[in-house]
T-cell receptor, first 115, second 114 residues
């Protein structure tokens, strides 16, 4: 039973355009959401997070939107750069549903930004 | 360099064998988490230790065990290995006992069971 779902395994975007990565979750007990970026042969690195009491959080070119009623979050990257090409993981945490405060990850979306 | 050190980086072993993966957390971090990433899968939470005590267990098989030592490094022991155990194993550390903020991941150990 997958509690955090990233339904798009891959996404290709032109440099300078917007990249939108989507994530859905099923557990209403989740109260904190994060995005991690992963390059090959490296561990995931934290990108941006959002608390369930907010609907938007912005950090430079990265913005995360949270729609609690739809149990959906998205990561917007504007403008996209070739160095953004990586696998992006959505993660959620919260007590209840077995997560016990630890991160539950989606399967990831591979973003390719073409020059 | 994230500050979280995992050794070895690569490991190839035969079915039925036992291996130990090692993780040294970032300086000052008391929490260590282990995650498994199989092919086409997200990172699956295995186990969490805080200051030597087990805090939470996820989808960890009975053939797997872990511990955190007084110097805060952690070891993940995998025994009676099967082909399906081939995966990337990540360790992460955090200064906190609870909450998801501040996870720092190591670069992982790639385990191949043949």
């Amino acid at each position: 039973d997958q509690q955090v779902k990233q339904n798009s395994p891959s996404l290709s975007v032109q440099e300078g355009r917007i990249s939108i990565l989507n994530c859905d979750y099923t557990n209403s007990m989740f109260d904190y959401f994060l995005w991690y970026k992963k390059y090959p042969a490296e561990g995931p690195t934290f990108l941006i997070s959002i608390s369930s009491i907010k609907d938007k959080n912005e950090d430079g070119r990265f913005t995360v939107f949270l729609n609690k009623s739809a149990k959906h979050l998205s990561l917007h990257i504007v403008p996209s750069q070739p160095g953004d090409s990586a696998v992006y993981f959505c993660a959620a945490s919260g007590f209840g549903g077995g997560s016990q405060g630890n991160l539950i990850f989606g399967k990831g979306t591979k973003l390719s930004v073409k020059p | 360099d994230s500050g979280v050190t995992q050794t070895p980086k690569h490991l190839i072993t035969a079915t039925g064998q036992r291996v130990t993966l090692r993780c040294s957390p970032r300086s000052g971090d008391l929490s260590v988490y282990w995650y498994q990433q199989s092919l086409d899968q997200g990172l699956q939470f295995l186990i969490h230790y805080y200051n030597g005590e087990e805090r939470a267990k996820g989808n960890i098989l009975e053939r797997f065990s872990a511990q955190q030592f007084p110097d805060l490094h952690s070891e993940l022991n995998l025994s009676s290995l099967e082909l399906g155990d081939s995966a990337l194993y990540f360790c992460a550390s955090s200064a906190y006992v609870e909450g998801a903020d501040g996870y720092t991941f190591g670069s992982g150990t790639r385990l191949t069971v043949v």
